[in-house]
């Protein structure tokens, strides 16, 4: 039980700590949201005078706002209510309710990509540990060379082959906005799934390389215990030893590099976001830092670092279950 | 967890991922059509990224409102255009007067309208139009004040405290006009989200998601003949960035988008449905933080050195290796001499030098008692000719035009460094007053006249010391001559005694050079005239053609027409 309890406090401070970080740094930022729109609306041949910036201020309520510290508790009690603001650039709209629209298609993307390449890696890495000197584990360095690369530049190639050269895949969004509506219709999911092919293999593609070497090198350390030589001894089939006795070993390290890949899945991609004009939120974390939309930016990196605390909890929680040594020595 | 349930546990990831495998393999075939039962549909791209949030307020001008709500939803009572001189065109007004003193303004609006609704639209509309953004100071961006009054359902009077004719196109030209029925009713217009739009445009709202909205054509609109839409409907998208957009407009799935594209001849050579126009948009300058007296600090505070640069520099090569050879020559009364060209009154202003003349520049900086160096670079007081600007990181063309600039005035003993910086910081250090030099352009203002530039760009009552903000008189100039011409171009309404005023500004600026011309910054936009046709061409600016243009874009799209049948 007080192994439960130092972690849930610890998880409190943390969190405490995160949510203040989120409310100082948008404030250390230089410039603000008016100066921005008015440089856009110059740009975009809209009339500006000295009355527009009066005017600005009074409908995006930026002119006064009190000190930091009454806008520090401000910000605190609006969080316990659940409320993020409203968001400058889509004003009137909620930082919720912008952020629920963009949501959803980073879990799906980013998410399953993690997952597909988590799994993906971490079989093929027992596979190569398991049989030393194959051809799997000659694959490793292609992999872990892939990954080297850098993400921009493999998925603009991949751009450049597969929807510019040969239109195979689609270039840019989430779904075929022409032919179908969001909603659940297999229509929509399939077209969904075809738009988020490519930006999900380079995902996949990169970050294999890292799953696959370290669950490789775990089961070669593994396989050189003495509880393993003692299962082989005992007979036992090699695909009982494999599994239950060097890879439920073996992944450990790695199941816990998932939790923090999987907590920051929320943070989306904003390289991937950018180069497939995907609609998640790392482009809207984008455009909100672009405009200086504080409200937007405190929500998005609110739910980046609970997201990313609550990974870790559960993983430190699920560690205890599955491996009872870290439970004892707390 | 025991064998068995690890093993199913395993197969069922592995079932699984299978799927979705097969899932994919299977639509990769998807169908991509653009026409819905046999009705055109054109596809335009207005620079939005992401995901859109419904909001068809047109009294806004956050940037919020979807762009089409002005002028494709509702419409002003005159349009005002941009690209070329011409006179206001009326749209839902059909006559205006002012009286000899500029204080009242007399409307008559055009009969027959009705909203989609089906109620009719009348005078009373637009005098409540009119109260409301008075009666709202978060939505009057002119800070004026006004009284507005229908005398009957096809006059409306705005009576004005002082002389306003300045405010003319603002109030014509700039301000949507909203039933009363719907908008008496709502408590706070600014932040109404308004999902259902009712207006007068050609175009109604047809269906909405967050990645795309399709607007269709408005059955019971007020035109006839060439002033009906004739394109069925138009769905707006949003791409993350220029090389999605490319590949758009390559593969035809775009009709209509405005993007700088340094490929762009060779992308029209390829593929013979596509069509671009350059138009004029803006003057590129070097904004000089000039004013000494108003706390500026460093060498560009000397009208010299900003002569100097003014000569130094060779505008063709940055024309051609910044803009690929897109850009027009500027003028150096600071106008777009194919859209301002009569109002230039001395032609020796029209025209800036094309190519460097160092010896001149050389000759300016010593007739202001600077000495050359031993290291080349000019000195005056101990005070060594270096100077610093800023320039927006990413915005490709000026950090070209920034590198450039720094080999061509070494020439003429100035050092110069790049200083290249974020958006938002580039920003606060021009209405800030804390930068030497800036790399900007001079935007034009409610309409094509000067006056809006000079009394933005120039005006005292514009600026504030460094260090407090200024509102769009950055470089802090304040000259007692150009306020008084300024002043005296407000007071009256006829050209002649306004170029006269022109005249004079003209010769101070030239003279003062606080914003150093450079050329005029051209808008490319791209057509694809496979679906429709009768788009803005070179030679018939009928409107400003860029997609992202508030009231323009319903002068284009009821202007176009299918291309077949």
Known sequence: MRFYLQKVLFYVVALWFAVTLNFLIPRLMPGNPVDVLISKMGAAGQPVTPATRKALEIQLGTGGGGNWFGQYGQYLNDLIHGNLGVSLVNYPATVTHVIGQALPWTIALIGLSTVIAFLLGVGLGMFAGWRRGSWLDNLIPATTVLQAVPYFWLALILVLFLTRWHQWFPYAGGYDVASTMPGVSLRFVGSAIYYGFLPACTIVISSIGGWMLGMRNMMVATLSEDYVVAAEAKGLRPRRVRLTYAARNAVLPSLSGFAISLGFVVAGSIVTEQVFSYPGVGQLL?????????????????????????ANLIVDLLYALIDPRTRARA | MSLSKKRLFLGATALAAAAALV????????SSGNSSGGATTITLFNGSVGNFTENFNPLLSTGAELQPSQGVLYETLFYYNMARAQK????????????ADGTQLTITTRSGVTWTDGQPFTAKDVAFTFTLFQKNPGLNTTGATWTATATNDNTVVLTFPSTSFTLEPQLLGNMAMVPEHIWSKIADPAKETNTSPVGTGPYKLKSFSAQSYVLTRNPTYWGTGDEAPKVENVRYI????????TSALESGQIDWMGSYLPTLKNIIKQHPNLSYVNTPDSVTDIVACSNAALGCTGPQTDPAVRQAIYYAMDRTQLNTQAVAGFAEPASAALLVPSVNGDNIVDQANASLPQTADVAKAKSVLEAAGWKLGGNGYYSKGGQELDLSVNVVTGWTDYDTDCTLLQGQLKPAGIKLSVNQVAQNAWSQAEVSGKFQLSLNSINPGASPSPYFIYNNYLSTSNTAKAGESATTNVSRYSNPTVDAAIKDVASTNDPAKQKVDYGVIQAQIVKDMPYIPIYVNQALTQFNNSRATGWPTQDNLYAFPEPWKAWDNGIVLKAIRPAKG
């Open chain 1, 286 to 310: 984008w455009t909100s830092v672009s405009n200086n939309d504080y409200a937007l930016m405190q929500g998005i990196f609110l739910v980046i670092s609970l997201s990313v605390l609550a």
């Open chain 2, 23 to 30: 899932l994919t393999g299977c639509s990769s075939d998807g």
């Open chain 2, 88 to 99: 206001p065109v009326p749209v839902l007004g059909t006559a205006y007067s002012w009286n």
């Open chain 2, 238 to 245: 949003s791409l993350a960035n220029a090389d999605a957009a």
